[in-house]
């Protein structure tokens, strides 16, 4: 079975630019998760979507950061302008269930974003 | 939300039982106790989950007492491949309720 899939993979750009990231979650699961991993910071959760509806975007940054999830299948994290605190290994999680469940939720291997 | 306490760091031996202890003196009655491992440049994995008692799967063991402030992820038999950043999680899935803490690195030596 495929897994949550990202790409890309690795992304390295200069700041100002804008950055789009996508994650196309497991097939079935209609909770998807943006998470941020720093060495600092550790893993962080930017914004978790239930049913393609945004349940929880405290976690975005600041104004810079948007997501999306048009369909079931897709999501995206756009970054505009970047900045080199972006600097981060973004993931994408998805699981199945309702708003609050105690099923798992599967990751994808990430996205390591750079900016110069 | 719950928070979790567990050592930032273990070391052990290939062939050798390991047990990651993970405090949680807050956890509410309708949290769950997850934990995930991950390996560098991967992301986290799940490996097992309980409410309460005993959970065993092909890959670990969970200990949870009866008070659940604690829970005991069980490894049998390590090998190098073990090797990674553990981490315990309270909470239900959804949102905020459910954060990574830093987790327990893991050296597994021949």
């Known amino acids: 079975d495929a897994g949550v899939i990202q790409s890309p993979r690795h992304e390295v750009t200069e700041m100002g630019q804008e950055v789009t990231l996508r994650c196309k979650p497991i097939s079935g699961h209609n909770s998807l998760f943006w998470y941020r991993q720093t060495m600092m910071r550790g893993l962080e959760l930017l914004i978790y979507f239930n049913n393609n509806v945004p349940i929880d975007d405290s976690g975005m940054p600041e104004d810079r950061f948007s997501a999306k999830m048009p369909n079931a299948s897709f999501s995206t994290l756009k970054i505009q302008p970047s900045e080199p605190r972006d600097s981060a290994v973004y993931f994408c999680a998805s699981r199945s269930g309702a708003v609050k469940s105690n099923q798992p939720q599967h990751f994808g291997d990430g996205t390591r974003l750079s900016i110069l | 939300l719950a928070k979790t306490t567990q050592p930032i760091s273990m070391d052990s031996y290939e062939g050798q039982e390991v047990n990651i202890t993970c405090s949680h003196n807050?956890?509410?009655?309708?949290?769950?106790i997850t934990w995930y491992q991950q390996f560098p440049s991967q992301g986290p994995r799940f490996i097992i989950q309980?409410?309460?008692t005993k959970v065993t799967n092909e890959v670990a063991s969970l200990f949870i007492p009866a008070d659940r402030k604690s829970s005991t992820l069980s490894l049998p038999r390590v090998s190098l491949s073990d090797t990674a950043v553990y981490y315990c999680l309270v909470g239900l899935n959804a949102g905020n309720m459910l954060t990574f803490g830093g987790g327990t690195r893991l050296m597994v030596k021949p």
């Open positions: 807050n956890i509410a009655t309708n949290d769950y």
């Open positions: 309980g409410y309460k």
